[in-house]
């Protein structure tokens, strides 16, 4: 946040779903950072995350008022029912668009 600030984004929001509920913005960016199937284990057993969790899903997209951008792994997202079904409407309405990361270099 002090970054952004810093870089005169100061307007840029960075929050957890929590965060952003009963707030409504131009332009969203989602970021489900789940890439294993091990971290859904967990999510499930503590309750967090995007993926398993339909209410946070469901939080977190619906405050885009005009655009939403989540940037995730597709095969750990449509291990959910609401990603796939989302995934599935972008890919059908074209706005589904996968890019494959380039390798860390160590």
Do not use: M
Not at 11 to 20: P, Y
Not at 29 to 37: D, L, Q, Y
Not at 77 to 92: D, M, Q, V, Y
């Amino acid at each position: 946040r002090l970054l952004l600030r810093y870089n005169q984004l100061g307007r840029v929001r960075v929050g957890s779903t929590e965060e952003f509920h009963g707030h409504e913005l131009k332009a969203l960016f989602i970021s489900t950072v789940r890439t294993s199937e091990q971290s859904l284990a967990y999510d499930t057993l503590y309750d967090t995350g995007f993926v398993g969790n339909a209410k946070r899903f469901n939080t977190a997209l619906s405050r885009a008022v005009a655009l939403a951008v989540v940037v995730g792994d597709a095969a750990i997202l449509l291990k959910s029912k609401e990603w796939a079904e989302t995934i599935r409407t972008c890919r059908e309405s074209k706005s589904f668009i996968s890019v494959q990361a380039p390798p860390l270099e160590l």
